[in-house]
């Protein structure tokens, strides 16, 4: 069901960032040319011959520093090559073949995945391939010479990374199912939640093993639709993060945000919102997916006349960024009220997905306009001129104003709010991206 992961592997500064902006079609990654400068993972989806796949940028692997961020780095790279199915090992074809890359070649040979030899900076390309021909030397197959600031040569590469892709399942690329990450920190009753639904939704329709190796997408269909459950293990505070297992926890989370529809944010009813609950919602906020916050154990919870709703207001004071998300008090121990999360979660895929015409949206705009005049500074007010939707999940709109620096946060949140209160968006984070337009290009 998950979709492909490549992941990009090599010593710092061999040019990961530049070809991985490259395949995606965007500077995602931060390309400077200062080793080190990529610390974390960074993901994104694109595609080849027909087939999408998960592509992950990681930092450089220095196999024997000591520095802390590189043995930092060189962890993370190391838990994107356990959960990849093929791994781009980057060189750099004019420095030839270095100490590192003969030790990070000796790691790959290890996992067992395919690998891919990348040399890139074969900027001459006629002149430079034939230096390729030393990687030969590293004894993972045959070197594939690239430029990735030319994009030269590239298409060989990824012909060579979607011959090494695991088999497609037939319904890999199927809309109609709904991907659902279930997030929170441990013990906070996520894999009992996923065992309660699967108990009473008998149309399990396969177990697969996911992407992320030790987590689980467990594929199944109800009378609500199809969806797929991805199983997180739980994220503990930093303080508590020492061996590597935890922060493979943290990075398979941080993975299954990304591949998710939907996220449900499990907050232990017992307990309530704590700072790592902060922590991982915001993740989720900020990946842009769509978020109902569920809080479990409510069965044990002593309550009054009252206090469902203060409970509500106390997560959203603390939460405020989560103030669209819905609420749901549940049990997974004894299925309070887990039939509604379908409902719920349907509700919620559909909201982030929502597309608004142009002129509707126009005519909410100028309403708010109407309503509450744009502020001004120094005699200078700001003019809207119109609006459009530039994409979904999340909903995204392009703002076209005469300046953004008049474009003040506190109109924006204003503009969102009369956005939300005309179309609902409930659930889903809603992004204003403001541009500037001369006054006389927009008459003409």
């Known amino acids: 069901m998950s979709k492909p992961i490549v992941a990009i592997i090599g010593k710092p500064n061999v040019g990961k960032s530049t070809f991985f902006n490259y395949l995606v079609g965007s500077r995602i990654s931060i390309v400077q040319d200062t080793p080190g400068v990529t610390r974390d993972r960074v993901y994104a989806e694109t595609n080849w011959r027909g087939r999408n796949f998960t592509l992950v940028d990681t930092g450089g692997i220095e196999p024997d520093s000591e520095d802390i961020i590189l043995s930092q780095m060189r962890e993370q790279a190391n838990l994107a090559i356990t959960m990849a199915d093929v791994i781009i090992f980057l060189t750099d074809i004019r420095q030839g073949i270095t100490a590192a890359d003969k030790e990070i070649a000796l790691m790959l040979k290890k996992s067992g995945k395919p690998i891919v030899l990348v040399c890139n900076k074969a900027d001459n390309f006629d002149k430079d391939r034939q230096d390729a021909y030393e990687f030969y030397n590293l004894g993972i197959g045959e070197p594939y010479p690239i430029s990735a600031t030319n994009a030269i040569g590239i298409g060989d590469v990824l012909d060579k990374i979607y011959e090494n892709f695991p088999e497609k399942a037939e319904n890999e690329d199927d809309e109609n199912i709904i991907k659902v ?264």
């Open 181 to 444: 990450a279930v997030i929170g920190k441990p013990n906070v009753g996520k894999s009992s939640l996923i065992n309660n639904i699967l108990g009473e939704n008998r149309a399990i329709v396969s177990n697969i093993a996911g992407t992320t190796r030790d987590a689980i997408d467990t594929e199944f269909e109800n009378e609500k639709g199809k969806y797929v459950l991805i199983d997180t293990a739980g994220v503990r505070r930093k303080s508590k993060v020492k061996e590597s297992i935890e922060k493979f926890s943290i990075m398979r989370t941080l993975l299954a945000i990304e591949r998710a529809d939907v996220c449900l944010m499990m907050i232990d009813a017992l307990e309530g919102v704590t700072d790592q609950d902060a922590k991982i919602a915001g993740e989720a906020h900020e990946a842009g997916k769509g978020v109902i916050i569920v809080v479990n154990k409510w069965d044990a919870y002593e309550k009054e006349t009252g206090t469902l709703e203060k409970y509500k207001k106390e997560i959203y004071e603390k939460l405020k960024y989560l103030s669209y998300a819905p609420i749901i008090f549940i049990s997974a121990k004894t299925g309070q009220r887990v039939h509604k999360l379908f409902d719920l979660i349907n509700h919620v895929a559909e909201q982030n997905s929502l597309r608004i015409s142009t002129s509707l949206l126009n005519q909410v705009i100028n309403e708010a306009i109407a309503i509450v005049q744009p502020p001004t500074d120094k005699g200078k007010r700001l003019k809207i001129f119109y609006g459009t939707q530039a994409s979904t999940k999340p909903p995204t709109f392009v703002i076209f104003v005469n300046s953004k620096e008049l474009f003040h946060f506190s109109y924006e949140r204003y503009l969102v709010n009369q956005i939300r209160k005309e179309f609902g968006l409930e659930g889903t984070p809603v992004r204003i991206i403001v541009r500037e337009k001369n006054e006389k290009n927009i008459r003409n």
